[in-house]
Each structure stands twice: as C-alpha cells, then as structure tokens.
C-alpha cells in the first residue's frame, strides 16, 4: 500500500463554532463546513500545511462521532492517510488479515472516498483517503 502523507486528524467536538474559535486563536482558519449526512456529521475544515485538521460535530446522538464523545470525551477521533487508490489498498489490508471496518470505499466530506480500518489493529482509528 502505497500512503502519500497524512491527509488530515479528526477531532470530535460538541459544537463546532465554539471550537472555531480557539483554532482561530492558534492561526488556522476554516475554509469550509460541511454537513455529511450519511455519517451524521458536521464537519469543519481547517488547513495546517499539507494536511488539514478535521473538526467533527456530531447532528445525532446515535453516530459514531457522539459515541465516542460520550464514551471518550471531545479529542482526537481520527487520523486519515492519503492512498491513491483506496480499492487496492482496502484489498491489500484484507488479503494481509488486517480488520476493517470498511471492505468497500464510501464517500465522506470534501467529496473524498474513504474507509475505516478497525482500531483494535493499529491502536487509533486509521481512514484511508483517496481524492481524486
């Protein structure tokens, strides 16, 4: 599996405009928020170089993003690595025994398709990335 970099961190928060404003205080900007519906979601993006942090607010107590909160608390949820062919790579992962959430690609924020390899294997929760 070919990884290019870290695409972006993804940071469950309660509310996303709260949150805003301390980035803010550290020098990034949003450049764009987003709601991705499938996921249950809201999703703020806030450029740092080559990758971007990833702010999400869950919009229902049943995601996968409330969950967490509500288990873990607020923080880092998640680190996305680019691929550039997210199929071959979920294959790879299989073929190797790796766990998965994901077998097959979806689409998630800023219109990239991701899947989810299953935390219990690498210790955080990994999203490959492919944007095209």
Known sequence: MDIK???HIGIA????EESLEIYKLLGLECTGIETVD???VKVAFLPCGESELELLEPTSEDSAVSKFIEKKGEGMHHIAVRVD???KALAELKDKGIRLIDETPRYG???AKIAFVHP???KVLIELTQRD
């Open 5 to 7: 970099q870290i695409d």
């Open 13 to 16: 928060v309660k509310n996303i």
């Open 38 to 40: 499938d996921q249950k």
């Open 85 to 87: 062919n997210i199929e």
């Open 109 to 111: 924020a800023g219109g």
């Open 120 to 122: 219990k294997e690498t």
